[in-house]
């Protein structure tokens, strides 16, 4: 195996290089702003590698996403802002102030704890129980965690039977708001409603010890298989998907359930 020293400073040098003078010329142009996106992008990615369960994907997608982290860093140490060494000792000194149980004399027990005394050390340098949370998590994952922060200031329900209580009258809210617009023109109010009725389910998520997040992705990756089982069938049977009616796709989609559920012809995932 590599020694991680030696193979993190020849990433830095490959870094350097492609920066440099004589270096790729699509690099060079590359600014923290623009490199944004393919941030985002690596990051999804390892998360589908992670999810797949797929080692070799993850190995290379953990190495995309350090490349994204080298790329800002040598960005910024040639605005002179910071270094990558910078980041890394800034990093290495937090993780050693939120593990006093591991670095010092504090001992915790269990992982419970560990997330208390976390929460109680972050909120020594926050003004709100929600400052700190990224405007640009995905949408889900950010209405979670701001409804937890403030739950963990004393704004909570009491029992779930509550949430479910909001939900259904956030559904009845969209329905009525929808029923009440004109067709075919932007219906602000329902877009409001509909807004409040995903989040009080991403509250149903939290007090089910569900992530809203990943739950979704798991339903839209079980629909994408499905659908190409559908695809491929009518394919092998010479229907076009044009021809289908409400009935045909419905059966078809009963059709892709059922061999989902057959473990001798699996959907791929």
């Not at 009725?197 to 992530?211: E, K, M, N, T, Y």
């Amino acid at each position: 195996m590599p020694d991680p020293a030696t193979a993190l400073l020849r990433l830095l040098e490959v870094m350097a290089t492609l920066r440099g003078p004589q270096g790729c010329p699509w690099d060079r142009e590359q600014t923290h702003r623009s490199l944004l996106p393919y941030l985002i992008e690596e990051a999804y990615e390892l998360v589908d590698a992670v999810e797949r369960g797929d080692a070799a994907a993850l190995r290379e997608e953990l190495g995309d996403v350090l490349l994204q982290v080298v790329f800002h860093a040598r960005v910024a140490e040639e605005a002179g802002a910071f270094t990558f060494a910078d980041v890394a000792a800034a990093l290495s000194e937090k993780l050693v102030q939120r593990h006093p149980h591991v670095f010092g004399g504090t001992r915790l027990e269990s992982a419970e704890e560990v997330r208390h005394i976390w929460e109680q050390r972050k909120m020594e340098t926050r003004s709100s129980h929600l400052e700190g949370i990224p405007n640009g998590l995905p949408a889900l994952q950010w209405a979670g965690k701001v409804a937890a922060r403030a739950a963990k200031a004393g704004f909570e329900w009491n029992h779930r039977g509550e949430i479910f209580t909001r939900a259904a009258q956030e559904l009845e809210e969209f329905r009525v708001s929808l029923e009440a617009g004109t067709a075919g023109r932007s219906n602000a109010a329902a877009e409001t409603e509909f807004g409040d009725l995903l989040f009080a389910l991403v509250q149903v998520a939290r007090w089910s010890g569900i992530d809203a997040e990943a739950a979704l992705r798991r339903s839209t990756r079980k629909f994408i298989g499905r659908f190409g089982w559908m695809e491929r069938t009518l394919r092998e049977r010479g229907v076009a998907s044009g021809s289908l009616d409400a009935a045909a796709w419905e059966a078809l989609w009963q059709e892709a359930k059922a061999a989902e559920a057959n473990a001798a012809n699996p959907i791929p995932k």
